[in-house]
Nanobody, 123 residues
Framework: QVPLVESGGGLVQPGASLRLSCTSS????????MGWFRQFPGKEREFVGG????????YYGDSVKGRFIVSRDNSKNIIYLWMSNLNPEDTAVYYC????????????????WGQGTQVTVSS
């Protein structure tokens, strides 16, 4: 297991942007493909986006394409989720996770998870 910590969540207004971060103080993340998921109350976790170990490949869930960007800074051991044009339907707990292999999109494709960070979009 890789201890992961997400940060950057909060309350924002519709149309705003937000950047989430994911890091580990105990393990280097550059050996993992990484993913971001979100979870709505009473729902299963939904794939948001993923990134390869080098950062050269990114891919996204249909609901966030064109609005969210996943990036990483391996020198800082941080994975980012850049969110723009947020709307109330983006309100959820956001999680990062370490991938078991490339291009995973299902919960079962990922092994270690952070505790999540709440993002609330409301006027």
């Amino acid at each position: 297991q890789v201890p992961l910590v997400e940060s950057g969540g909060g309350l924002v207004q519709p149309g705003a942007s937000l950047r989430l971060s994911c890091t580990s103080s105990q393990r280097p993340l550059n050996v993992f493909d990484m993913g971001w998921f979100r979870q709505f109350p009473g729902k299963e976790r939904e794939f948001v986006g993923g990134i390869s170990r080098s950062g050269g490949t990114t891919y996204y869930g249909d609901s966030v394409k064109g609005r969210f960007i996943v990036s990483r800074d391996n020198s800082k051991n941080i994975i980012y989720l850049w969110m723009s044009n947020l709307n109330p339907e983006d309100t959820a707990v956001y999680y990062c996770a370490t991938g078991l292999g490339p291009m995973g999109t299902r919960v079962g494709d990922f092994s270690s998870w952070g505790q999540g960070t709440q993002v609330t979009v409301s006027s």
